[in-house]
């Protein structure tokens, strides 16, 4: 079985500061890894993925995060936050293609001006 | 570019009664999928579909059925209506089961 944590259901941040979004995972096979991005009233869309291949993920807008085996983690950062970026922020994992994804519970950002 | 259509955005059902979610795709692809999104508990599957007329269950299936009889559609219907499934309800389609998923943007069912 695959589980995601969220670690955090609730982030705020001041506009121009980091951002760092927490996502530790368990899987009994290599994981595939997913960061999901949620604006208001609105569907969820991909912001990044890993596969295989290089740890170090960029994504839309600006969004990076890397893959740390040794501490089953998918950290999601951003250098400078905009006021754009207040959303929800789903991480999620699978098995592999052809598995089903689990969603972690997802973690609130809000931009302060 | 529609992508993922839901209809209806928003219902409000009295206990007991029953509707159907309707989810249509124009990108052709396979796999497609209904989650249901609640306060605190992420994103969870209810049923989806590899491919036209098959259907599968997920993690939370109980009081739903769905149908694929088109490539383009995937239908939720809520045969009696409880409280316990006021939620905002996703489909999601993608071209083959690698996580990669577009979303549509969500129906908002409340259950009096």
């Known amino acids: 079985a695959q589980s995601v944590t969220q670690l955090g259901s609730h982030v705020s941040v001041s506009e121009g500061a980091l951002v760092l979004l927490r996502c530790n995972y368990s899987?009994?096979?290599?994981?595939?890894l997913f960061w999901y991005v949620q604006y208001p009233n609105q569907g969820l869309q991909l912001l990044l993925k890993y596969t295989t291949g290089a740890t170090l993920v960029k994504g839309i807008n600006g969004f990076e995060a890397e893959f740390k085996k040794s501490e089953t983690s998918f950290h999601l950062t951003k250098p400078s936050a905009h006021m754009s970026d207040a959303a929800e922020y789903f991480c999620a994992v699978s098995r592999g293609s052809g598995s089903r994804l689990t969603f972690g519970e997802g973690t609130q950002l809000t931009v302060n001006p | 570019n529609a992508g993922v259509t839901q209809t209806p955005k928003f219902r409000v059902l009295k206990t007991g009664q029953s509707m159907t979610l309707l989810c249509a795709q124009d990108?052709?692809?396979?796999?497609m999928y209904w989650y249901r999104q609640d306060p605190g508990m992420g994103l969870r599957l209810i049923h989806y579909s590899v491919g036209e007329g098959t259907t599968a269950k997920g993690e939370v299936p109980d009081g739903y059925n769905v149908s694929r009889l088109k490539k383009q559609n995937f239908l939720l219907g809520l045969e009696s209506a409880a409280p316990s499934q006021t939620s905002v309800y996703f489909c999601?389609?993608?071209?083959?089961?690698?996580?990669?998923?577009?979303f549509g943007e969500g129906s908002r069912l409340t259950v009096l």
């Open positions: 999601a389609s993608s071209i083959r089961n690698t996580g990669e998923l577009f």
């Open positions: 990108m052709n692809h396979e796999y």
């Open positions: 899987s009994s096979v290599p994981p595939y």
